[in-house]
Structure formats: C-alpha cells, structure tokens
T-cell receptor, first 115, second 109 residues
Framework: GAVVSQHPSWVICKSGTSVKIECRSL??????MFWYRQFPKQSLMLMAT?????????EQGVEKDKFLINHASLTLSTLTVTSAHPEDSSFYIC???????????FGPGTRLTVL | KQEVTQIPAALSVPEGENLVLNCSFT??????LQWFRQDPGKGLTSLLL?????REQTSGRLNASLDKSSGRSTLYIAASQPGDSATYLC????????FGDGTTLTVKP
C-alpha cells in the first residue's frame, strides 16, 4: 500500500524557535495533503489543506502566519511552526491521497514539545 | 460541516467478549469511511476502509459496516483480546477527513 512518511518523528525545542516538519508521499503523487494536530486526550483536528503549487487553505482558528505550509512538489509538504510556544506542543499528523476519492494515507506523526 | 460522533466514549470488557463500536456522521456525501486504532502516544494504524458504495469490510476478527443513508458505521470486534486495548477512531473522508473523538477500549484479561 501507499506510504506517507514524516520527519522528524519527535522534536523538542525552546520557546521562540521555529520547527519544520516534513511530510512525504513515498510511492505516489499527491496534489493535496492535509495537516492535523492532536492535543492530549483529544481527537485529531484538521489544521489546513496543503495544495501543490498554491497557497494552503487554513481551517477557522488556525493562524496561517504561525503555521507556514509549503507544498513544494507532488510528494512533499512542509509545516513550519514559527516562534513556537509551549501551547503549540502537540502531535502533528499529515495525510495524503493519490486521488480525492481514494483512501487517505496518514503519516506516523510528529510529536512536538516546546519547552 | 461534517460532524462525526462515536459512542461509547469508553468501553471496558472482559477478554473473549464480542463488542460493537458505533460511529455516526451528519453528511452522507462521503467518499469512504475508515476505522483506525491509536495506541497511547502513537500514530494511527489503519484497520478497515469502506468505500461509499460498499456495505461492509472484514479483516480477521474485525468487521466494519456502513449505512450511508442513515449516516452510521459500526466496528465489530470478535473474541476481544487484551492486545485490542486502544482508542478506535472513525474517520469520514470527503476530500478532507473528519475524525470522531474515538472510543477507548480496555479489554481485561
């Protein structure tokens, strides 16, 4: 089956620094990828839709200037958490699909801890 | 806006029991519905995918059903084992995915 990878799998950073998370579709091309986050004991919430070659679409309440998304190619999307704060500590997961009607393949997730 | 609800929020059963997890969604215009399990602190493990044109899917001791018209899906787990203890998530896919809050299952030895 299709594989989506994320890097890094976990990261610890100091408050005020920026962190970049990569999401790659390893064996298929994806014009659209999605970014989710999960706070402890809560379900996953969609943050934004990443579109190859165009600007990302953010869900209500998600700051686009804080969570920068770049979909540089059909196999790579990056999420940069800028000026991270402890409240940004969360589990971030991406997903991608070869086609909009196909199954979503989820990455293994990145656990971010901001000290 | 799609809303996905899972009932119950938590379930505890003795080993060997059969059980059913319920999922309901408000917008039936979905491409497919997926069931995942998530272990504490871990990512998602895909269990079953049901396309919108299908009624059910089976994998081992797991059986998932889908009734699009009523906006419901169920995950049936037969002969539960302690290793089945996890949080089970129902996800409605319509381009972007909407997650339920999950059912946390504990299977006691």
């Amino acid at each position: 089956g299709a594989v989506v990878s994320q890097h890094p799998s976990w990261v610890i950073c100091k408050s005020g620094t920026s962190v970049k998370i990569e999401c790659r579709s390893l064996d298929f091309q994806a014009t659209t990828m999605f970014w989710y986050r999960q706070f402890p004991k809560q379900s996953l919430m969609l943050m934004a839709t990443s579109n190859e070659g165009s600007k990302a679409t953010y869900e209500q309440g998600v700051e686009k200037d804080k969570f920068l998304i770049n979909h540089a190619s059909l196999t790579l999307s990056t999420l940069t958490v800028t000026s991270a704060h402890p409240e940004d500590s969360s589990f971030y997961i991406c997903s991608a699909s070869p086609a909009v009607t196909d199954t979503q393949y989820f990455g293994p997730g990145t656990r971010l801890t901001v000290l | 806006k799609q809303e996905v609800t899972q009932i119950p929020a938590a379930l505890s059963v003795p080993e060997g029991e059969n059980l059913v997890l319920n999922c309901s969604f408000t917008d039936s215009a979905i491409y497919n519905l997926q069931w995942f399990r998530q272990d504490p602190g871990k990512g998602l493990t895909s269990l079953l995918l049901i396309q919108s044109s299908q009624r059910e899917q089976t994998s081992g001791r797991l059986n998932a059903s889908l009734d699009k018209s009523s906006g419901r899906s169920t995950l049936y787990i037969a002969a539960s084992q302690p290793g089945d203890s996890a949080t089970y998530l129902c996800v409605a896919n319509a381009g972007k995915s909407t997650f339920g809050d999950g059912t946390t299952l504990t299977v006691k030895p």
